[in-house]
């Protein structure tokens, strides 16, 4: 291995540990615990050494973001993958998405609340974003019926995302979580 070899593979596993630090630091403690003076203590480098791979937080947030939208899409794709097509699919990607926003409240939040800068539904849009919208859309397709299929997409992820929200935030109870679930998925399965 060559010394440039080692000095990449040295930088990409300081980019990992900045990402996964400020990960972890956010669902212990949320993200306003996320500062690059923080990150730099508990990774054990300057901040020199966090700007030069990251110009703010925003940037890091954003590395997080996209490593959540891999999982997402890890998450549904395993959720649907032995589905027939149709309710029960849309029910088991219902599903596995809530369960997904509920145990990662924090990357949830990089991923859909936080200002990352990553552009959504554009052609600079980065590949993890494009693939998870890419398995709604195989997933949904078969149900949106007269629906231009992207649209329909962006209607349902609206919702689930709405659901998520308010749940969350105690703006409506958790008791009937699975019921309004429910319901949603019934209204956007019809054929």
């Not at 996209?66 to 890890?74: I, N, R, S, V, Y």
């Not at 649907?80 to 145990?103: I, K, M, Q, S, W």
């Amino acid at each position: 291995m060559s010394v440039q070899e080692r000095k990449e593979r040295e930088r990409a596993h300081r980019h990992q540990l900045i990402v996964a630090t400020a990960r972890e630091l956010a669902e212990s403690q949320g993200w306003d615990a996320v500062t690059t003076r923080r990150l730099a203590e508990r990774i054990e480098y300057s901040q020199p050494v966090l700007y030069s791979h990251f110009r703010g937080k925003r940037e890091i947030v954003g590395a997080v973001a996209l490593e959540g939208f891999a999982e997402l899409t890890a998450v549904i794709r395993r959720a649907v993958a032995d589905r027939p097509a149709g309710r029960n699919a849309v029910a088991a990607l219902a599903e596995a998405y809530v369960d997904f926003a509920g145990r990662n409240p924090a990357l949830y939040d990089a991923m859909f609340l936080l200002d990352t800068g990553l552009p959504f539904a554009d052609a600079a849009t980065p590949a993890p974003l494009r693939e998870a919208f890419e398995t709604l859309l195989d997933t949904l397709s078969d149900v949106a019926g007269d629906v231009e299929p992207a649209l329909f997409v962006e209607v349902f992820w609206s919702a689930l995302h709405g659901l998520v929200a308010l749940t969350r935030s105690g703006r409506i109870p958790r008791t009937e979580a699975s019921r309004r679930l429910a319901v949603l998925v019934d209204r956007f399965a019809q054929n």
